[in-house]
């Protein structure tokens, strides 16, 4: 069987993407998926906070020295667009339990908030999907 992807559209909520990310794997682990579910993630940077940092006036007023900690609260700050891929790679004499996932992700608490998308092996966007799904690390 080919793959299926599950789209979901965190928008700037990266707390929430990595709630998700924290679930997925504890399946993964227990249920023993291995490589039947893959996820990845896509950041995009938003244009209005690259116009923030980059203006004159902001590399003016920005101290010459920060803390390690202070950095890292501004990189975490900075809103992103995330978007996460999951992958779920499922074995023909496995339908059953493929279909089961693609009910439950959906259906689950940091998932059932944000918009999602299933793309079907069958879906005319599925090599879009799967190609950019390769290309994302």
């Known amino acids: 069987m080919a793959h299926s992807y599950l789209i979901f559209d965190f928008g700037a ?6 709630q998700a990310r924290h679930k997925l794997e504890a399946w993964k682990q227990g249920f023993r998926l291995g490589n039947k ?5 896509e950041r995009e940077e938003l244009p209005e906070n690259a116009k923030d940092k980059d ?8 101290p010459k020295k920060k803390s390690a900690a202070h950095a890292q609260d501004e990189k975490s700050a900075s809103p992103a667009h995330v978007r996460l891929f999951v992958r779920l790679d499922f074995s023909d004499h496995e339908k059953l339990s493929h279909q089961r996932w693609l009910d ?5 608490e940091p998932f059932k908030s944000v918009d999602a998308e299933t793309v079907r092996a069958t879906d005319p966007d599925f090599a879009k999907t799967a190609e950019l799904f390769e ?3």
């Open 13 to 18: 909520d990266e707390e929430a993407a990595q």
């Open 37 to 41: 579910l893959l996820l990845k993630f």
């Open 55 to 62: 203006g004159p006036a902001a590399k003016s007023a920005a």
């Open 104 to 108: 439950r992700i959906p259906a689950e």
């Open 135 to 137: 290309a994302l690390d």
